[in-house]
């Protein structure tokens, strides 16, 4: 389409290319099976399937895409928000001088990294849940030695026991599905960001399950993992 987009919702299941911007005024979610290609993006939400190609700058928004996001033009910056991506990003510079808070995760795939952040929430309210559980049935079992137990505290015991089981079926269910995704967080050798510019101090870099907080300006670099760690290697 011609023109931008301004605070609007956009849906598609080929490509969306945009040939002035996205002004999203944090409303705006721009959604594409395939590719989504502007000059501009800002305080917008945008996901791909596979890219999003940007020649200008992505401010204060939340991208995602399945494999890039490239953002080279003639300015090409990168500030603010969160860029999500399956295999790379790319721009000229990323951050800028008064360090604020720029997020670049990538080396698996976004929903992914999101549905873990998900389970791990959901643990902890099964950890929570299991352990009030276990507590009223220690409670429960002390009266009963005591042969202090009503027919009231036996039926609850009947329904705690039931409930416990649950928690721990669930709780099982869940730790394995995180185990499952910090593997595939493992394979994320070919993942990289990379600043042909400069990148500047703020921005953090995640790359499968290692994180990388830049503290000072760095000229032409690539981050990419290495011996179990995030490198800061230099562009030739």
């Known amino acids: 389409m011609t023109g931008g987009v301004d ?5 598609a299941e080929g490509s969306i290319e945009i040939s002035a911007g996205i002004l999203g005024h944090n409303k705006a979610t721009i959604r594409a099976g395939k ?4 000059s501009f993006i800002q305080d ?5 399937g596979e890219e999003v190609f940007v020649t200008q700058s992505i401010m204060h928004s ?4 399945g494999r890039h996001v490239i953002c ?19 721009a000229r510079t990323i951050g800028n001088s008064m360090s604020t808070v720029t997020v670049i995760e990538v080396g698996v795939l976004p929903e992914l990294r999101n549905e873990l952040q998900q389970l791990k929430s959901q643990l902890r309210v099964h950890n929570e849940n299991l352990d009030k559980t276990e507590k009223a049935l220690t409670l429960l079992d002390q009266l ?4 202090q137990l009503g027919p009231d505290k036996v039926a609850m015991r009947i329904k705690l026991n039931h409930t416990k089981k649950q928690a721990v079926e669930d709780q099982t269910l869940v730790k394995e599905r995180i185990l499952e995704i910090e ?3 493992e394979d994320s050798e070919k993942a990289r960001v990379e600043a042909v510019s400069n990148v500047y101090g703020g921005t953090k870099i995640v790359i499968g399950r290692y994180t990388k907080f830049v503290k000072d300006t760095s000229p032409r670099v690539r981050f990419q993992l290495q011996d179990g760690d995030i490198a800061m290697q230099p562009l030739m």
């Open 35 to 38: 590719r989504v290609k502007s």
């Open 7 to 11: 605070g609007a919702d956009l849906e």
């Open 44 to 48: 917008a939400t945008v996901e791909a």
């Open 72 to 90: 080279k033009g003639t300015k090409g910056l990168i500030v603010g928000g969160l860029i999500q991506a399956g295999e790379c990003v790319e």
């Open 144 to 147: 009963a030695a005591a042969g």
């Open 62 to 65: 939340q991208i995602r895409a």
């Open 183 to 185: 593997k595939s967080l």
